[in-house]
Structure formats: C-alpha cells, structure tokens
C-alpha cells in the first residue's frame, strides 16, 4: 500500500499563490508518475497536471501551464504543484495520486493510489 500525503493546502487569497506538496516514504518513488487533481463540490474531478516517472515530462491537461507548474524531487520523494493567479473557482479538494506501473500518469482511470486531499479555499 502506498501512502500519498498532501500539504501545502489552506485559506488564499485571490491573486495568490500556493504550493502544494505530495509526499511519500516509498523506496521506488522515483519509479511513480504522479498527476494532481481537484474537485469542488458538485462538480467533476478535474485533472490538473501529471509528471512522468522517467523523465519528468510534464502534462497539464485541465489547468494552464502558465498557472500551474508540477516539479518532483526524487531525493525528497516529494513533487509539488504550484499555483499562481489564484481565483476563487480554484476553491476545491486537491489530490495527489500515483500511478506505479512505468508509464505516464494520463487519466484518473490508470491512478493506482490517491492522497486523501488537501484543501484550498481561495477567498475573494
């Protein structure tokens, strides 16, 4: 079982900035494509942004590039995702979540395990 812990998460405001952290104590982190999501209450989960176990290929597939980076560092197994330009639609439950097998992290149906989220409220 791989355990995923988020932090980072908290109260913002609008035009801010956050970052956001995905933690783990597995020996094979490195080996993981791990992928950010989000969900809102009462709306889909959306896919935020993903990074690849082999060489750190990123993908943003709901979120702009520009306000979204993801970045890992394997040494910490830790990868971040930072935020800027913060608006209150951002207000969600943001989750990290780990594909094991050596491929990209491209949808939520190949996440093997999920943190249990961190939550970010962007006040106006």
């Known amino acids: 079982q791989v355990q995923l812990v988020e932090s980072g998460g908290g109260l913002v405001q609008a035009g801010g900035s956050l970052r956001l952290s995905c933690a783990t104590s597995?020996?094979?982190?490195?080996?993981?494509?791990i992928g950010w999501f989000r969900q809102a209450p009462g709306k889909e989960r959306e896919f935020l942004a993903s990074?690849?176990?082999?060489?750190?290929?990123?993908y943003y597939p709901e979120c702009v590039k520009g306000r979204c980076t993801i970045s890992r560092d394997n040494a910490k197994n830790t990868v971040y995702l930072e935020m800027n330009s913060l608006k209150p639609e951002d207000t969600a439950v943001y989750f990290c979540?780990?594909?094991?097998?050596?491929?990209?992290?491209?949808?939520?149906?190949?996440?093997?395990?999920w943190g249990q989220g961190t939550q970010v409220t962007v006040s106006s």
């Open positions: 979540a780990a594909r094991t097998a050596p491929r990209p992290l491209s949808s939520a149906t190949v996440v093997d395990y």
């Open positions: 597995e020996r094979t982190f490195s080996r993981y494509s």
């Open positions: 990074i690849s176990w082999s060489d750190d290929r990123t």
